[in-house]
């Protein structure tokens, strides 16, 4: 049981380039979620998905553009990346009407 | 939701019983208290919750005072590996519940050979 998957664990990009960070759970939840954490920081809500077909804004979502592709699957992307993005990206799912959220292991990302 | 206060970091030797405080002395009554530890360089994990009665699960005990204002995450037998940031977090449950967590800073758990 895999739980939540996170591709890729690193990357460099310039500046200006685009990405897209890929999440997949395995737990059959409902909701998905991406948070960042910057150095010496609490974790940070970017977006979230509360079913299939529906994304709501975090708290720090400018910049970023996500993709709830289907029940497994949650992306986020970076149109055109700035060094204010550099940090760590967690991805999370949790089940319908609880907040026992399962976290991936991070994507690390720094934005020269 | 409520906001929580934490002390930034915290000591405690290994074998002991360790024990985190948290105050939220504004949560409402369908507010409950969630605990998260992040160990370094990894994803949060989810420890334990509760609404107003004391709660215990293999990882951890929850203690809840009285008025709900505060409470206690007990670790019964702190190991090295409990060394960690742990995050108090005050959330309703409700609808989808889907709208994410809100973490502070959290307290620094070191734990002493």
């Known amino acids: 049981n895999a739980g939540v998957t996170q591709t890729p664990k690193f990357q460099v990009l310039k500046t200006g380039q685009s990405m897209t960070l890929q999440c997949a759970q395995d737990m059959n939840h409902n909701s998905m979620y991406w948070y960042r954490q910057d150095p010496g920081m609490g974790l940070r809500l970017i977006y979230y998905?509360?079913?299939?077909?529906?994304?709501d804004k975090g708290e720090v979502p400018n910049g970023y553009n996500v993709s709830r592709l289907n029940k497994r699957e949650f992306s986020l992307r970076l149109e055109s990346a700035a060094p204010s993005q550099t940090s760590v990206y967690f991805c999370?799912?949790?089940?319908?009407?609880?907040?026992?959220?399962?976290f991936g292991q991070g994507t690390r990302l720094t934005v020269v | 939701d409520a906001k929580t206060t934490q002390p930034t970091s915290m000591d405690c030797a290994e074998g002991r019983a360790a024990n985190l405080p948290c105050n939220h002395s504004?949560?409402?009554?369908?507010?409950?208290v969630y605990w998260y530890r992040q160990i370094h360089s990894q994803g949060p994990q989810y420890i334990i919750h509760g609404l107003k009665n004391n709660e215990t699960n293999e990882m951890a005990s929850l203690i809840i005072t009285e008025d709900r204002k505060s409470s206690t995450l007990i670790l019964p037998h702190a190991t090295l590996r409990d060394t960690a940031v742990y995050y108090c977090?005050?959330?309703?449950?409700?609808?989808?519940?889907?709208?994410?967590?809100?973490f502070g800073k959290g307290t620094h758990l070191i734990i002493q050979p």
């Open positions: 998905s509360a079913s299939e077909g529906t994304t």
């Open positions: 977090i005050v959330r309703v449950i409700g609808g989808g519940g889907a709208d994410g967590l809100t």
């Open positions: 504004t949560i409402s009554g369908n507010e409950y």
């Open positions: 999370a799912s949790s089940p319908r009407g609880t907040t026992e959220a399962f």
